[in-house]
């Protein structure tokens, strides 16, 4: 079966008018063209044998003129009367023809002598050849007289006018579809996180039911991110004031060890907090462009600064419509934990067959198994081997994948080749 709905619709339609139209054919080739055609053609072998009752009983016409001309005027045959030479040999039997075979049972049963008859050599006419007492007589008859011609009028009117219906039905199946089609893409760009203009409601009553609570769908997401959005500004904006007394107070404090530590942690507030802040906001402001993303792993690797034990590798096409300060937060995450645990980071991009996918490989000491799901968790740390963490709050790996859910993608951990960990980040195109 295909996987699209317009084609499974298709066959849906197609399948029972082939169907309908193979019995109402099989019905009708079966009963009213084959009664007809044995009709015909027991009529037409009957004027036969009355053409050789004729002949036979009155031989008084040594040259046959006048059976011949009330064979041609009165029944429709070309009669000729030939020398007894013998009938020609019998040819090979045509696969399918029920004409040859109602024809040579009649021949049989009405007249009873040796006969040749060729339905297939001559388009138009019949050909049929019989053995009298001294003669061989050749009839010539119209192939119409033998069998029903409409039965190709018949299926040409049915095939006709169900290829019209048909087409009808695809125009009518096309504009049904569509809604449901623009229906999936808005769908799936909303999934991936890019901007959903408003597109009217059409269709039938339940893709219409289903585009509306679409529509519903969207602004409650949309207002729900607004209001959360607009909450943590305004949070971020009253935590920053009471950091920036903080920063004040201890600003006109003489200056000693005790002062030096408070300023220090303050400032390990404030930056916890502008990560806090990053992953609860995540990247709901920034809209979906065409980026570059080959030249932005070039970028990540410049800032980086880390020489040789960072690498990148691009393969495809580099325009990928994606949020460009957020995919630039999830590389600097997972490239700034390869370099803080390992002693090298390689980063593969590919974009194919509609994904993008960056593979981060390093040497470091890797995650365990049983804990690579729970490093996604907010504020998770590993005990041991390595703690995956974004300045030590616990968010980096989180972060990233937010970012990468966001964008319809994913991200996954497994075993690096190079013996630590290789992060692979899907995301569609």
């Not at 996987?3 to 079966?30: D, H, K, N, W, Y």
């Not at 009983?57 to 030939?82: E, S």
């Not at 048909?166 to 009518?172: E, N, P, R, Y």
Request: hydrophobic share 45%.
């Amino acid at each position: 079966m295909p996987a699209g709905l317009f084609a499974r619709s298709l066959i849906i339609i197609i399948a029972p008018v082939v169907a309908l139209q193979a019995a109402v054919g099989f019905v009708f080739m079966e009963r009213h063209w084959q009664t007809v055609t044995a009709q015909l053609s027991r009529a037409m072998v009957a004027d036969v044998a009355a053409v050789i009752d004729i002949i036979e009983r009155y031989p008084q016409d040594p040259d046959f003129q006048t059976v011949t001309d009330i064979a041609r005027d009165q029944l429709g045959l070309n009669i000729a009367l030939l020398p007894d030479d013998g009938l020609p040999a019998a040819g090979p039997k045509p696969f399918f023809s029920p004409l040859d075979r109602l024809i040579s049972r009649e021949i049989g049963r009405q007249i009873g002598r040796p006969f040749w008859i060729d339905t297939v050599g001559r388009s138009s006419l019949v050909e049929i050849r019989i053995q009298l007492d001294t003669h061989i007589l050749r009839v010539f008859a119209r192939r119409s007289q033998t069998y029903a011609s409409n039965s190709l009028i018949f299926v040409s009117w049915m095939a006709a006018t169900s290829i019209v219906l048909l087409a009808i039905a695809i125009v009518f199946l096309r504009n049904q579809i569509r809604p449901i089609l623009r229906l999936a893409a808005a769908v799936d760009n909303f999934g991936k996180g890019r901007a959903v203009p408003d597109f009217p409601v059409r269709g039938a009553r339940e893709v219409r039911q289903a585009t509306v609570a679409f529509h519903k769908m969207r602004r409650r997401v949309e207002r729900q991110i607004d209001q959360r959005t607009s909450m943590l500004a305004g949070v971020s904006h009253d935590l920053r004031t009471v950091l920036t007394r903080f920063r004040l107070q201890l600003a006109l404090i003489e200056d000693d060890t005790d002062v030096s530590e408070l300023v220090r942690d303050v400032d390990n507030m404030n930056r916890m907090l502008e990560v806090y802040l990053d992953f609860a906001r995540g990247d709901a402001g920034e809209d979906t462009v065409a980026t570059d993303v080959a030249a932005m792993l070039q970028s990540v690797c410049d800032d980086a600064s880390a020489g040789d034990r960072l690498t990148t590798t691009y393969a495809g096409d580099p325009v990928v419509k994606v949020r460009p300060q957020a995919l630039r937060r999830l590389l600097d995450n997972l490239v700034g934990n390869g370099l803080r645990y390992a002693g090298t980071v390689t980063v593969a991009a590919t974009n194919a067959a509609g994904y993008l996918k960056i593979v981060v490989d390093d040497d470091g000491p890797g995650i365990p198994f049983d804990e690579r799901d729970a490093v996604f968790k907010p504020f998770y740390r590993l005990d041991h081997a390595r703690n995956i963490e974004d300045s030590g709050t616990g968010l980096g790996l989180p972060i990233a994948r937010d970012i990468a859910r966001s964008h319809g993608g994913d991200i996954e951990l497994m075993d690096s080749p190079e013996g630590g960990l290789r992060a692979v980040v899907t995301i569609p195109t």
